[in-house]
């Protein structure tokens, strides 16, 4: 066999494969990995978010886009939006029932940044001390997930609000 006819093999074997990894569905997790809630986006028509710093934010789905309605009366920032809804698939990393009075501890005490998506209220705990994960509380339940949601949280509103022209 040349140099050429392995090279198209090669190619030939290469370029579905890329093709099939780009085209995979993001939101897939690995066998075992359960994620934070059954929610699936598209299913989600109200979100509210109260950090005890800014007003609280209640935003609504119309017509497949999003909308602030507190304190603003503006369009969503659409990847925004979706980047906040990607916390309902996170993995939840490890998962326990909360221990009774000891809210410090995982730094729950009140009041603390909260997303609501529909009826689910997420309270936004601190980190845990070794592996820097982040708690959060779902109903009596603290799930240990990877700290890269804080921000949506702790935003202002203005941060949701999209450009003009978009």
Known sequence: MTRGRINLLLLGVTVPLLLLVWLAPDDILPPGVTPLTGLRPSQIEHIRIGNGKQPVMQFERRDGRWWMTEPLQAAADDQRMAALLKILSTPSLERFA???????DFGLTPPRPYVAFDSLRLVLGGTHPYNHNRY???????????????????AAAEDFVAAPGE
């Open 136 to 154: 959060l509380l779902i109903d009596q339940t603290l799930h240990l997930i990877k700290d890269v949601f804080p921000h949506h949280f702790l």
């Open 98 to 104: 909360l221990p009774e009075g000891e809210l410090q």
